[in-house]
């Protein structure tokens, strides 16, 4: 803050398409696709008109008690597209949110439905894992820089660590090590689901860890692990939903169905705070009963199953379909990845990881030794300060540069993107 109270503030007046400008009226590339949440580029014309539409016949009236058409409609197109089996939709209205939901309903619903089956109250999840910023969020996290203050305030969990490859917890290599840390997790999976109520996970990419890229298949055994453990699997799609990834939802890559899924930022494009939980018939049954069993999940907010919110996903969701968007995303990536190729090799940097269009490079100062650069250097902030000057906004997580551009974005935009943040580190780094 005392930084950004110095520097020159950058302020964002107005956006079409993959760019935004500012109140100077310069224009910058959204790298971020203002961070996570912008998928068929800013200003759409159909997004515009269903938002007005809606607020046409009404901005918001309360969820409790009550329901409106949008978010009846959207939940029904929402378990359409979803993993098969999940069968029911609870809303709020942040990522963070839709998994303190998650956290929530996974231990009533062990009391509830199978009191004898433990005190399943605790959680598994990987270390460098990234939920939210509220505090069960938090707890169920693990990435220090943003955690340490509030580590009294936490619940305790159980961590196991997460398949960042390139720098192995085990120190062997994929594919010859076999996955082999999916051991500890079966272990502990084995010896404490007593206490579990859950196991937490971004499915395929643990994106704010710096986009680390799980193996093929690491998702479908945690799958089978949960299930013969009988531990709820949670799967936070809210980085990895709505395109991401190159299909729809991350598990779709695996065929897996989560028992929890919690969803959010790409769910109204980019325009609405609006998010998520989604879960199976057999969860939402431990939840009836008479009046005075009080089996109500009691976990309600101000603006839950918002009309406008509500009203422009299921627009966004229209848009996939008439531009086709999945589909125009394979060439994209393709082209990403061969674009990629030469930023790869330059001295400084690690590692790229790839996944649709999250892509995640890592900076070291040693690439034989990977030595990280230190946090005093800001390699990563001087990168995208660098890139900032010549027109595209990224927002590093630490040593990682991401990209993370709109699905929309189009090849010329796309291989611009590339160029800026090639040309950034280069300057910033050295040959
Ligand atoms: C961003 C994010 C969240 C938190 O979402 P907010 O809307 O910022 O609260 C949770 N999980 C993952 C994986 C995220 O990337």
């Not at 912008?38 to 009550?66: C, E, M, Y």
């Not at 890559?253 to 959010?264: G, R």
Request: aromatic share 8%; proline share 7%.
């Amino acid at each position: 803050m005392q930084e950004w109270e110095q520097d020159e503030p950058l302020i964002i007046e107005r956006g079409r398409g993959s760019y935004l400008f500012d109140i100077q009226g310069r224009s910058y590339l959204d790298g971020t696709s203002s961070v996570w949440v912008n998928l068929h580029g800013h200003r759409h014309p159909a997004l515009d008109r269903a938002l007005k539409r809606q607020l046409g016949k009404i901005a918001h009236s309360t969820f409790l008690g009550l329901s409106n058409p949008p978010a009846i409609e959207l939940a029904r197109e929402l378990i359409r597209i979803a993993p098969p089996g999940l069968a029911r939709v609870f809303y709020s209205d942040n990522g963070s949110t839709a998994v303190e939901v998650a956290l929530k309903m996974a231990v009533q619903y062990w009391q509830q439905r199978h009191p004898d089956a433990g005190p399943k109250r605790s959680f598994l999840h990987l270390k460098l894992a990234y939920h939210g910023d509220t505090i069960g969020a938090v707890s169920v996290g693990n990435i220090d820089l943003f955690h340490a203050p509030f580590k009294s305030l936490v619940f305790p969990t159980v961590e196991a660590d997460p398949p960042y490859c390139y720098r192995c917890p085990l120190k062997l290599t994929h594919p010859s090590c076999q996955v082999a840390c999916l051991e500890p997790i079966e272990r502990l999976l084995k010896t404490r689901h007593r206490e579990l109520a859950g196991l937490v996970i971004e499915p395929l990419v643990q994106a704010a860890a710096g986009m680390i890229t799980h193996p093929p298949g690491y998702l479908k055994r945690i799958r089978e692990l949960c299930t013969k453990y009988n531990v709820l699997l949670i799967a936070d799609e809210v980085a990895t939903g709505f395109g991401r990834t190159g299909k729809m939802f991350a598990c779709q890559h695996e065929a897996v169905t989560p028992d929890l899924m919690a969803i959010s930022k790409g769910m109204t494009g980019g325009y609405m705070p609006l998010a998520a939980t989604l879960t199976t018939e057999e969860i939402y049954k431990a939840f009836l009963g008479t009046y005075e069993e009080f089996k109500t999940f009691f976990h309600g907010h101000s603006y839950t199953g918002n009309p406008l919110g509500c009203a422009v996903a299921l627009e966004n969701l229209r848009i996939f379909r008439r531009e086709r968007t999945l589909l125009r995303l394979r060439p994209k990536s393709a082209a990403l990845a061969r674009w990629l190729e030469p930023v790869a090799r330059l001295p400084h940097v690690g590692e790229i990881r790839h996944r649709g269009l999250m892509v995640g490079i890592e900076l070291v100062r040693d690439r034989p030794t990977k030595e990280p650069y230190p946090i005093t250097a800001r390699i990563g902030h001087h990168v995208a300060t660098e890139a900032r000057r010549n027109g595209l906004l990224l927002r590093p997580l630490g040593n990682v540069i991401v990209l993370l551009p709109p699905l929309s974005t189009s090849l010329p935009e796309l291989k611009r993107m590339v160029a800026i943040t090639h040309s950034a580190i280069e300057t910033v780094t050295g040959r």
